[in-house]
């Protein structure tokens, strides 16, 4: 079993920043892809970014390219999303997911990964 907590979210204002922090306990950090979602009131949950065990491969959404980096600390079991220049349309649910995968690919699709925090709640107001 993997436990994951998020942490940092909170209400900013349009062109803000905020760094989201994901702890996990459990089984070995390492053994895990990470991945973050948001769910926005009303819509689907969707695919923000990845990360692979070895932090060698990221990948982002369109919406977030250029203005989020995914990052993680194997040795503080933690994954992180540092969210820049930030959009009234990044208001959501933010999610992060461990997929027990050690190759170099990341996945979007929510059904690969296999454990789930129960989400941090980010606000950009306008």
């Known amino acids: 079993q993997v436990q994951l907590v998020e942490s940092g979210g909170g209400l900013v204002q349009t062109g803000g920043s905020l760094r989201l922090s994901c702890a996990s306990s459990?089984?070995?950090?390492?053994?895990?892809?990470m991945g973050w979602f948001r769910q926005a009131p009303g819509k689907e949950r969707e695919f923000v970014a990845a990360?692979?065990?070895?932090?060698?491969?990221?990948y982002y959404t369109d919406s977030v390219k250029g203005r989020f980096t995914i990052s993680r600390d194997n040795a503080k079991n933690s994954v992180y999303l540092q969210m820049n220049s930030l959009k009234p349309e990044d208001t959501a649910v933010y999610y992060c997911?461990?997929?027990?995968?050690?190759?170099?690919?990341?996945?979007?699709?929510?059904?690969?990964?296999?454990?789930w925090g129960q989400g941090t709640q980010v606000t950009v107001s306008s």
């Open positions: 459990g089984r070995t950090f390492s053994d895990y892809a």
């Open positions: 990360i692979s065990w070895s932090a060698r491969t990221t």
């Open positions: 997911a461990a997929d027990w995968y050690k190759g170099d690919a990341v996945k979007i699709g929510e059904s690969f990964y296999d454990y």
